[in-house]
């Protein structure tokens, strides 16, 4: 039958058993959600280009601040002193040259209806807006009510885009600034050239998009070698005398979650910024790796003052760092092995690429340097953490965030005699670091024997002889992969948490990373058949609970699943289409049907103009299974979701009840996908947490 649960827009506190498997144990003796996610998340890591100094965004149970730390003590100070979990994000810093500040937005992206996130559901909706706090002290200023923006180079003005128009404002003058030219198409990815007199944009017109040039003196826009191609991610030359884009064939009917492994191949072109011409420098070899897939990074081309051009390619079936001549002629491999690079970004000398990736050690990552002239790469993160999002910093240091098994994220300088300091906010007293687990990589074969990594928690306090719950994590994405450790993203960082409080409750837990995710090469991403093309994942699911059924230690009986968004749908899966093998599951935000979620990401789609493509995305997703799920589940979604639509649970809430599958519900009005306020992460866990306890520690099953 149906079963509901309360509709809540705040944190609640649900009633949790006080026996564990058997054992009584006092309340005060339990790791709580709230224990377990008292961090200090660190993201937005950036790097002064004139001094040693970094700023990043810390994120203390949802009270988001700029932080700043400078050489050569390197100890952490915040900057701003908001003191609210408001779910107002802070992006896109960067530090002001000489030394006079910090510039950052604060609030986040509008959807297509123009709409900020605001969970909070003010009576005056939160707005999106440019600030600078100075370093010295004193509060920030409003430069802006807009998101996006290019700091020219002498840092006294700014460019920035409004729907189809390009500004440029003033930092020591009042108002929006003036406008310097409207764009067909609109105008993005504004970068300026080095002595700040032109400014380089994408202008995208949907099956095609330019890259432009706006000489502001003048106002004159010249577009570099048009075509009916989809070029993008400009980078200047050193000398501002050429601007280098990558151009990707356009291929129509190509749709979201489909495997795509070769295609067009794409090109690197370098242009001469007075007269348009451009020549290819460099393409892509047919096959598998010709398409376009990038980093984590504020660009995707690096121009070395070499006069080299940087730029990822998976022309072996990994991703790796290449370089070729801005002249053309080969590229050559900076990165070589069967490993992945992700976070990337140029050192101040103009020659060193910072990265990180998992060579060596699949199932974490570290930070690596290499010449962009050739040479082996250099680990200067050795040992079982994780760190990733390396900055370089003028004096020689290079600060990156970095975390442990028991250590959430956090911010490290090294310097250049090796040297580390750690300017972050302590960990508030009582942290439980010390009951949290160590998390073992296992390998075990999918239902149709390919091979899949896990990371597996046992209980703290595990005895051998005995057998515990289990419940099996699927991430989002899915282009994801979960680590050794706390996450770099903090969706998963809370994930990861998450699993920890699992194992503290005596449950088994295994986070899957199953194919379609990021980490073990081109053919693993892009597996034949996943997502909306058949559902090759769900083999994944099975080989996982499979797994656990086999351990001596694991009660086949009580095995639940969980996961969020592309998580969800692997939840829903195999709940509609495995109940024999799945007592419950935990649904958050969900796909359920690929031909709606499909839309979210390209509003054009039309089901009924593509049916043999509509027809298999629908025979891949779980509402085509539901008369065979039996099983409870917690669905938990907020209503404000970009990612995901609401729809997705009102129509799988339906069909349920409609078949009397028992659904018990939490639903975040005003909440985005990624939730902003922490309560609603302790409110989604703890209900989570109580609805497992329920289902997969009765009683009678003891």
């Not at 339990?30 to 002064?48: I, K, N, Q, T």
């Not at 003005?157 to 108002?175: P, Q, T, V």
């Not at 719950?469 to 996450?487: D, K, Y």
Request: proline residues 7%; hydrophobic residues 40%.
């Amino acid at each position: 039958m149906e079963r509901f649960r309360p509709v809540v827009s705040s944190c609640v506190r649900l009633a949790l058993p006080m026996i564990l498997f058997g054992h009584p144990v006092a309340a005060q003796d339990r790791m709580s959600v709230e224990d377990v996610l008292a961090y200090s998340f660190p993201a937005s890591l950036v790097s002064a280009g004139d001094q040693d100094r970094v700023a990043w965004v810390e994120n203390i149970q949802g009270i988001r601040n700029v932080w700043i730390a400078e050489g050569p003590g390197w100890a952490g100070r915040p900057l701003t002193t908001y003191d609210a979990d408001d779910g107002q994000d802070i992006t896109n810093l960067t530090l002001l040259p000489g030394g006079s500040g910090v510039m950052y937005v604060r609030g986040g992206a509008p959807n297509r209806q123009g709409e900020v996130p605001d969970p909070l559901s003010t009576p005056a909706e939160e707005g999106r807006a440019l600030w600078i706090v100075p370093l010295d002290g004193g509060a920030p200023g409003k430069i802006l009510d807009e998101g996006g923006y290019a700091l020219r180079p002498d840092g006294g003005s700014l460019a920035y885009s409004k729907g189809r128009e390009i500004w440029l404002k003033h930092l020591d003058e009042e108002g929006p600034g003036e406008r310097l030219a409207r764009v067909r198409g609109g105008a993005g990815r504004l970068s300026w050239s080095p002595d700040g007199t032109r400014l380089a944009f994408v202008s995208s017109r949907g099956d095609h998009a330019f890259v432009g040039i706006l000489d502001i003196g003048a106002t004159e826009i010249r577009y570099m070698a048009p075509s009916v191609h989809q070029d993008g991610e400009p980078v200047w030359s050193p000398d501002g005398r050429r601007i280098a884009f990558i151009r990707q064939r356009h291929e129509r009917d190509i749709f979201p979650f489909m495997p795509r492994r070769e295609g067009l191949p794409f090109s690197v072109l370098v242009a001469d910024v007075e007269t348009g011409a451009a020549s290819e420098v460099w393409t892509a070899s047919p096959g598998p790796g010709s398409l376009f897939s990038g980093v984590d990074a504020d660009r995707q081309l690096f121009w070395t003052r070499d006069d080299l051009l940087v730029f990822p390619w998976e022309g072996d079936g990994w991703k790796h760092l290449y370089a070729v001549s801005a002249g053309g002629g080969s590229a050559r491999v900076l990165t070589p092995g069967a490993f992945e690079v992700q976070y990337v970004s140029l050192a101040p000398d103009g020659r060193t690429v910072l990265y990180d990736s998992n060579q060596d050690d699949i199932d974490r990552k570290h930070v690596w340097s290499v010449d962009s002239r050739g040479g082996a790469p250099h680990l200067l993160t050795p040992g079982e953490g994780l760190e990733w999002a390396p900055v370089g910093v003028p004096g020689g240091s290079v600060a990156y965030l970095s975390s442990g098994t028991r250590v959430p994220a956090h911010p490290v300088v090294r310097g250049p005699d090796g040297r580390t300091s750690m300017p972050r906010p302590p960990l508030p007293d009582g942290y439980p670091r010390d009951r949290l687990v160590e998390p073992s990589q296992v390998v075990f074969p999918a239902a149709d024997g390919m091979e899949i990594h896990g990371q597996l928690f046992l209980p703290a306090g595990y005895r051998e002889g005995r057998t515990y719950p289990a419940v099996l994590f699927f991430h989002g994405g899915s282009r994801r992969q979960m680590l050794l450790g706390f996450h770099h993203r903090g969706y998963y960082h809370n994930a990861y948490a998450f699993n920890q409080l699992l194992a503290s409750r005596g449950y088994i837990v295994l986070a899957v990373n199953y194919r379609s995710g990021v980490g073990y090469g081109l053919d693993f991403r892009e597996a034949e058949a996943y997502g909306a093309t058949g559902a090759s994942e769900y083999q994944d699911v099975v080989g996982a609970a499979l797994y656990l059924r086999g351990r001596g230690d694991v009660d086949p009986r009580r095995v639940g699943l969980w996961g969020g968004s592309y998580g969800g749908y692997l939840t829903a899966l195999g709940l509609a289409r495995a109940s024999d093998l799945f007592a419950a599951g935990v649904d958050l935000h969900g796909v359920h049907d690929w031909n709606v979620v499909i839309r979210g990401f390209r509003p054009d789609y039309d089901p009924k103009a593509h049916p043999e493509f509509s027809r298999l995305a629908f025979e891949s997703s779980p509402m085509n299974f539901l008369d065979g799920w039996r099983s409870p589940v917690l669905i938990i979604h907020g209503d404000d979701d970009r990612n995901v639509p609401f729809s997705e649970s009102v129509d799988l809430a339906e069909s349920l009840a409609a078949r009397g599958v028992e659904f018990e519900q939490l639903i975040f009005p005003d909440e985005v996908h990624g939730f902003l306020l922490h309560r609603n992460w302790v409110a989604a866990y703890e209900a989570a947490l109580d609805f497992l306890d329920r289902r997969l520690n009765r009683e009678e099953d003891r």
